[in-house]
C-alpha cells in the first residue's frame, strides 16, 4: 500500500533540512529524501559564509562550536588594480556547510520527521492539476508515496520542479549566463592568515571574467583558508579551476599549502522564482534561484525561502487547501524578507558583468561607489539615493561621464524593479500579468542600458 504522508522534501540540503526541522517542529508528518547519506547531506563545495542577521532571522544564533570554522568581522573588497580596498564590517560566520545541515536535519528527525538517505526523488506525481506525491529510487527500488505538498529542495537539480508542467510558474528554468561556475580549495598554508576575520573578494576582469575570486580564512582552525573563483555561465569563460590555479594559487602565500578538499558548482545568480508555490507543490533555496545574484552567497536566503514555505504550508494544512493560492503566502514572506532585494540586485549584477576593470577601477577609485554605499546595498538592495546623489553631484567635470550616465540609468531600472516587486501579486491570477511587466522593465534595460 503506498504510504502518505503531509509533506514530502526532495533534498536535504540546508534549505531541506531548515524546511523539514520547521514542517516537524508543527507537528506535521515529514519525510525527507536525499541521494546522499545522513552523515553526507550538505556536502556541496561551498565558501562557506554565512551573515549573521540570516542567523538572527533563522533562530539559529546559537550553533553548536563544533561547527563553526571561523567568526567574521567584515569582508574586503579589492579593486582589480589591487590598489583601492573597501572594508564592509558586519558580523557573519564561516561553517562546517556539512555540519550544519546535519545539524539541521537532525533537529528535523528529533521532531519527528522520518530521514531516507540513498533515495532519489526521480517523479512528480500529478492528479487533477495538483502535485500528489512522488515517485522515489532506492536500492533498485522504485516506489510511490503520497502527500499533501511536496517541496523540491534538490539545489541545482531540480529534480522535480523541471519535470512540472511549463504552465506552472515554478518550472521556470534558467538562462545559463544567470548562473556563475564556481570552484573552490581548502587549503591549509604553511604561515598564519593575517587578519583571519576579515573575508576578502578579489574583482579582476581577466582572473574572473563575471565573477571574482575569494580568499576566506577559517579563524578558528589555524591556517585553513577556503580559496575560490567564480566566472559567469554560458560566455565560454575558461574553467574556474584552471583560472585558480593559474593566477590565484600561483601566488607566495599558497607556496607550500596542502589541499584538504576541492570542487566546484553552479551558483544561480539571478532573481527569485517568480512563485515558490503552486497545486502542492513549493520550491526551496538553490531550486528556487534563492542567492544573492551579487556576491553568490545563497546559504543564508535559501533558508529564509524555507521559513515562508514552511508558515505557508502549516496555515495550508490547516485550512486543508493546497492550492497555489492557498499557499501564496509564501510569496508574499519571500520577496517581502529577501526577494524584492535580490531581484533589485540583479540588475546592478548585469550591469556590474558587463564593466571593464578600468571602470571598476575608476567607479572604485574616484569614490562614485564606497564603502557605505556597499553596506546598504548589501542589507538592502538600496544603492539607489546615495549613489545617485553622488553621482549627480560628480557628473560634471568627471573623466568618465558617459559611465556616470549609465549608472543613472541602472539605478532607475533597479528603482522600477523595486517599485514592481513591492507591488508583488496578492493572488496567483495576477501572476502572468505582472510577470510581462517585470520581464518589459528588463528587456527594456538590456537594450538601453546593456545596449543588447
Ligand atoms: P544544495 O545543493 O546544498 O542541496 C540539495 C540537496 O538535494 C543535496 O543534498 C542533494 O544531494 C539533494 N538532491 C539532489 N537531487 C536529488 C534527488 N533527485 N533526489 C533526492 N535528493 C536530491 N553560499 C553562501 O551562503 N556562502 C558561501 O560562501 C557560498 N560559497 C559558494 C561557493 C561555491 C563554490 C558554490 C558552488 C556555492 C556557494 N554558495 C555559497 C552557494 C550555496 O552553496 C548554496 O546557495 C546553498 O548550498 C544552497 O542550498 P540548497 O539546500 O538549496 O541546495
Ligand atoms: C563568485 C558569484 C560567485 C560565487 C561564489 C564564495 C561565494 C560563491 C559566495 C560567498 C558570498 C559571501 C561573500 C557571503 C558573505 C556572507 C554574507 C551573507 C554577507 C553579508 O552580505 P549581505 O547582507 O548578505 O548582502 P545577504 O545574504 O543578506 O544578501
Known amino acids: 500500500m503506498d504510504e502518505r504522508f503531509d509533506v514530502v522534501v526532495a533534498g536535504a540540503g540546508v534549505a531541506g533540512a531548515y524546511v523539514a526541522f520547521r514542517l516537524a517542529s508543527a507537528g506535521l508528518k515529514v519525510l525527507v529524501v536525499d541521494i546522499k547519506e545522513f552523515d553526507r547531506v550538505g556536502d556541496k563545495p561551498c565558501g562557506d559564509a554565512i551573515g549573521g542577521h540570516h542567523l538572527n532571522l533563522l533562530g539559529l544564533r546559537d550553533l553548536p562550536q563544533d561547527i563553526v570554522e571561523g567568526y567574521v568581522k567584515g569582508i574586503d573588497i579589492h579593486s582589480p588594480s589591487g590598489k583601492v580596498r573597501f572594508r564592509v564590517l558586519g558580523e557573519g560566520l564561516e561553517v562546517d556547510r556539512v555540519g550544519l545541515a546535519r545539524y539541521l536535519l537532525k533537529r528535523a528527525v528529533d521532531r519527528g520527521a522520518e530521514f531516507r538517505g540513498r533515495t532519489a526523488a526521480v517523479e512528480p506525481l500529478i492528479r487533477g492539476g495538483y ?30 520542479a523541471r519535470r512540472l ?96 578538499e576541492a570542487g566546484g558548482a553552479p551558483v544561480p545568480t539571478r532573481g527569485p522564482l517568480s512563485s515558490l508555490v503552486w497545486n502542492g507543490v513549493a520550491i526551496v533555496g538553490d531550486a528556487a534561484y534563492t542567492v544573492n545574484p551579487v556576491h553568490g552567497g545563497g546559504k543564508g536566503s535559501s533558508m529564509v525561502s ?118 508583488y501579486p496578492k493572488v496567483p491570477s495576477q501572476l502572468h500579468t505582472w510577470r510581462s511587466e517585470v520581464s518589459e522593465i528588463i528587456r527594456e534595460f538590456e537594450e538601453r542600458v546593456l545596449m543588447r
Not at 539607489?384 to 558617459?402: D, I, M, Q
Request: charged share 25%; net charge neutral.
Open 165 to 260: 508542467p511549463k504552465d506552472w510558474p515554478v518550472s521556470e528554468e534558467a538562462d545559463p549566463k544567470d548562473f556563475n561556475i564556481a570552484y573552490r580549495e581548502v587549503r591549509v598554508l604553511k604561515d598564519e592568515v593575517e587578519e583571519p576575520h576579515i573575508l576578502r573578494i578579489y574583482l579582476n576582469k581577466i582572473v574572473a571574467p563575471g565573477g571574482y575570486w575569494w580568499f576566506f580564512p577559517y579563524s578558528e582552525r589555524r591556517n585553513y583558508v577556503n580559496v575560490g573563483l567564480g566566472v559567469q555561465g554560458g560566455r565560454g569563460y575558461p574553467h574556474p579551476r584552471d583560472l585558480l590555479h593559474r593566477y590565484v594559487l600561483s601566488q607566495q602565500v599558497f607556496a607550500g599549502s596542502t589541499v584538504v
Open 306 to 423: 524555507s521559513l515562508c514555505v514552511a508558515d505557508a504550508i502549516i496555515e495550508a494544512l490547516e485550512l486543508g487547501d493546497v492550492s497555489a493560492g492557498s499557499l501564496w503566502k509564501a510569496n508574499i514572506c519571500y520577496m517581502g524578507n529577501y526577494g524584492t532585494k535580490q531581484a533589485v540586485l540583479d540588475i546592478f549584477r548585469r550591469f556590474l558583468q558587463e564593466l571593464s576593470d578600468e571602470d571598476l577601477e575608476f567607479g572604485m577609485s574616484a569614490g562614485i561607489v564606497k564603502e557605505e554605499d556597499l553596506n546598504s546595498l548589501s542589507l538592502r538592495g538600496e544603492l539607489e539615493l546615495s549613489v545617485a546623489e553622488k553621482a549627480l553631484r560628480l557628473v560634471s567635470g568627471l573623466r568618465r561621464p558617459s559611465l556616470l550616465a549609465r549608472l543613472r540609468r541602472v539605478l532607475d531600472y533597479m528603482g522600477r524593479i523595486r517599485q514592481m516587486y513591492e507591488n
Open 131 to 160: 502535485l500528489r506525491g512522488l515517485k522515489l529510487h532506492s536500492s533498485s527500488r522504485t516506489y510511490e508515496v503520497q502527500s499533501s505538498v511536496v517541496v523540491d529542495a534538490t539545489g541545482n537539480a531540480r529534480a522535480i
